[in-house]
């Protein structure tokens, strides 16, 4: 456990060392301090992924591979590359899922509740979302026979640091964090931000037609409806959101079945009488 705590603490020093000063050097909005509000709370999500939830991952999948079997596929390293390129195609698809199928975005909308972001801010997010979005970067890797050990590597990596920079044709092949920005352009329940799917590779939003890079940067970020602040409510309000939308369901099939009893035990008799207007 203590390892884990300090590989946490190391993780944390080297992200904030990293990015920091690149978001005080070249803010894609300026302005925004470095303890800005939620700070804490992305900071909770940060201790349970790094504590908890990444290493519930990295098992899944190590586990994962050993039931494929250790002669099942061709280890190589030559299918790494093919493996992450593969990995990130599936993550598009499974993050347009999430934008598209109410179930998966009560999950992955704690993500998109972040009204302020930067390198602290991409670890706002639901074990669910996370284990699930692990399982489509990883899943290609799996299956071709990359070794298990290198699985962590190919961990899901999201820019979202508060930076702008100049990539010129690289744009095209690496992440913008000016893109993801966009992504999270304050959404609601019904209307969904439909851009800037991919992980890695903007070429892939380029594919299927969903890139987008707005000049204004002054887009509000965000959720329009009521959310949690703290960190174990927001965990818990996809369930809760669930729970809600099961009942209301439940009532509705109970409002049916009853109306639908009443009308085949009415009296024969007023029935006639409503259809026809009088009894004769």
């Given at each position: 456990?203590l ?12 992200l ?13 909005r ?10 804490l ?5 940060f ?60 999950f992955?909308?704690v ?8 390198w ?18 990883n ?45 999270h ?19 892939i939003?380029?594919?299927?037609g ?5 000049d ?13 602040r703290?960190?174990?409510?927001q ?21 049916r ?24």
């Amino acid at each position: 456990m203590l390892a884990i705590l300090w590989a946490a603490a190391a993780s944390f020093v080297v992200l904030a060392a990293m990015f920091g000063p690149l978001e005080r050097l070249f803010p894609a909005r300026p302005g925004q301090r470095v303890f800005r509000p939620a700070w804490l709370t992305d900071g909770a999500f940060f201790l349970g992924q790094y504590l908890l939830f990444n290493l519930v991952a990295i098992w899944g999948l190590i586990r994962l591979t050993q039931l494929i079997g250790p002669g099942a596929v061709v280890r190589s390293p030559w299918w790494e590359p093919p493996a992450v390129i593969a990995g990130d195609l599936l993550v598009y698809g499974f993050h347009r899922a999430c934008h598209r199928f109410t179930f998966l975005w009560r999950f992955h909308a704690v993500h998109h509740s972040s009204e302020h972001l930067d390198w602290l801010a991409a670890h706002r997010e639901h074990p669910v979302d996370g284990l699930l979005t692990q399982l489509a970067q990883n899943l290609p890797a799996v299956l071709l026979g990359v070794a298990p050990e290198t699985l962590a590597s190919l961990a899901v990596f999201r820019v979202h640091s508060n930076v702008r920079l100049p990539l010129g044709p690289l744009r095209w092949l690496v992440g913008a964090p000016e893109l993801h920005h966009w992504h999270h352009a304050r959404s609601s329940t019904t209307e969904r931000t439909t851009h800037n799917f991919a992980n890695l590779a903007p070429w892939i939003d380029l594919l299927f037609g969903t890139h987008h890079l707005p000049d204004d940067a002054t887009y509000p970020l965000g959720l329009s409806q009521p959310w949690p602040r703290a960190y174990l409510a927001q965990l818990a309000q996809p369930f809760v959101e669930l729970a809600h939308a099961t009942r209301r369901r439940l009532m509705k099939q109970h409002s049916r079945s009853a109306a639908h009893y009443t009308r085949a035990h009415e009296d024969p008799v007023r029935v006639r009488a409503g259809a026809g207007g009088r009894l004769q």
